[in-house]
């Protein structure tokens, strides 16, 4: 059986608004293997970007655990939360990049924050910018990149620090088709070079199919199924699945009936 790099028990989360209490997460458990592509889909509000916001603590549960690689997130004091963040990466949809600093700054800065010797932050961002293919982009602002290059140093910058957990927060809803698969395929490619066991949420069917292994489905806060992604999309058990493969379906027929040539 394969190592569990990341389990999850007993999750919950309920946010405080002016109209009352919104319990966003109920109950979840959830395992991921190590160095896995797991992906995580379901519909907005459902509460995925909630739970991957739960794995590094950028929100912090009411109640369960949250171990990765052994260690439980959810019951670390402050000192020994950074410390175990630098060994978790997250990239955003909207890519959260510094408009003022170069892609090499943008890349160098998780390392500067750790205090990194300036040496060892040159030759780590130089290695890194040429796993994503921005080598030629090192002196560029952000203003000059397309959505794709943004994203790639997005992807840099959650690598800068080595982690062995890599967390994707709807990190291709902003990008095209095309962009968006060679970013799918860049993951993958960082997932077997590195050996990065990688957890990305999504509302997009595609995203889950090109890149994970495993999945989740999550529905209203609870997890209602989870699977080798080949087996839940051939035989899926929850509404939620049947209706992500009935939009997907419908779309590519609609595609067709209009006259393209490919999806």
């Known amino acids: 059986m394969t190592e569990s790099f990341v389990e999850i028990r007993g999750l919950t989360k309920t946010f405080r608004t002016r109209d009352g209490n919104v319990e966003v997460l109920k109950g979840i458990d959830l395992d991921v293997s190590r160095g896995d592509i797991f992906g995580v889909i379901g519909f907005s509000g459902a509460g995925k970007s909630t739970l991957l916001r739960c794995l590094n603590r950028l929100e912090n549960p009411d109640a369960g655990s949250v171990v990765v690689g052994g260690v439980d997130i959810a019951r670390l004091g402050k000192k020994r939360l950074r410390e175990e963040r630098r060994k978790i990466g997250i990239i955003f949809q909207q890519f959260n990049l510094f408009d003022s600093g170069t892609v090499f700054d943008n890349v160098a800065f998780p390392l500067e924050i750790a205090g990194a010797p300036r040496k060892e932050i040159k030759e780590k961002v130089e290695s890194i910018l ?6 030629d982009k090192s002196r560029c602002h952000p203003a000059q990149l397309s959505g794709g290059q943004k994203q790639r140093v997005g992807i840099a910058r959650a690598l800068a620090n080595e982690p062995e957990l890599l967390l994707s927060d ?16 860049l993951l ?7 050996g990065l066991t990688v957890v990305l949420v999504t509302h997009e069917l595609d995203v889950v199919k090109c890149a994970c292994r495993h999945m989740a489905v999550i529905e209203d806060g609870r997890i209602v199924e989870k699977g080798e992604v080949r087996s839940v999309f051939s035989n899926p058990k929850s509404a939620t699945a049947r209706q992500f493969i009935r939009i997907s379906e419908e779309f590519v027929r609609d595609f067709a009936v209009q006259g393209g040539e490919s999806i």
């Open 170 to 185: 709807e990190a291709t809803s902003a990008l095209d088709p095309q962009t968006t698969y060679s970013i799918l395929e």
């Open 188 to 194: 993958k490619e960082i997932n077997r070079r590195l």
């Open 130 to 135: 040429d796993l994503v293919e921005l080598t």
